[in-house]
């Protein structure tokens, strides 16, 4: 069994809903969940790349010694790609059933959801007890390959979320009606 920290009432667990997998880059994803986990949260870092598997579940791996540190690869039919497309209705289903298995493991009772990709959105909206933050990173309207469903999910983050994260001086301009719970956290900063 891998070694897993306890959960700490104090320190809420935080799940990160990335844009990119553990091991493809190390920028600021990667830095959020390393520097939350040194600061004694349970950090589980969920990768954009699914399990093609029919039965709900999960494979993580553990990142540091600590028990606080994991990537987590969540099970979900056909392992759908986040980039191209918003989830169909079974692909949420199939993720929040993984989720559910990945909460009891990990005998958590929620806590921040930071979502970093809007694919995320409707599967991470349901971690019980859990505040939503999106970490908007980029201009996803920018990108060609985000389908009009993505950028539906964008808008609807944006609003909705407990507290909005922009990366730059232009999102938080782009961003300033959108959100009355915005805050700017450039990259390159502890």
């Known amino acids: 069994r891998l070694p ?25 994803p990667q830095h959020l969940a ?6 004694g949260h349970r ?20 990142l ?19 980039y191209d497309a918003a989830p169909s209705q079974r692909t949420i289903a199939d993720l929040r059933r993984s989720v559910g ?17 809007p694919f995320w959105l409707d599967i991470a909206a349901a971690v019980p007890g859990s505040a ?3 970490d908007c990173m980029d201009h996803h309207a920018g990108f060609e390959n985000n389908a009009p469903a993505v950028l539906q999910a964008e808008a609807r983050l944006t609003a909705g979320a407990d507290l909005l994260i922009v990366t730059s ?6 961003l300033v009606d959108a959100n009355p719970h915005r805050v700017l956290i450039r990259n390159a900063t502890d």
Not at 34 to 39: C, D, E, R, V, Y
Not at 101 to 117: F, I, P, R
């Open 169 to 174: 001086d232009w999102l938080d301009r782009e």
């Open 101 to 117: 298995e990945l909460m009891q493991w990990t005998d958590s009772d929620g806590g921040l959801c930071v979502v970093q990709h």
């Open 4 to 28: 897993l920290a306890a959960a700490n009432p104090e320190r809420p667990d935080v799940f990160v809903w990335a844009v990119i997998d553990w091991h493809f880059r190390t920028q600021r």
């Open 64 to 82: 540091d010694t600590s028990g606080r540190l994991f990537q987590v690869n969540l099970h979900a039919p056909g392992a759908p790609e986040i």
């Open 43 to 62: 950090v589980f870092y969920l990768s954009n790349n699914l399990v093609d598997s029919v039965e709900p579940g999960f494979r993580i791996e553990s």
């Open 132 to 134: 939503l933050l999106y």
């Open 34 to 39: 390393s520097a939350l986990a040194g600061a």
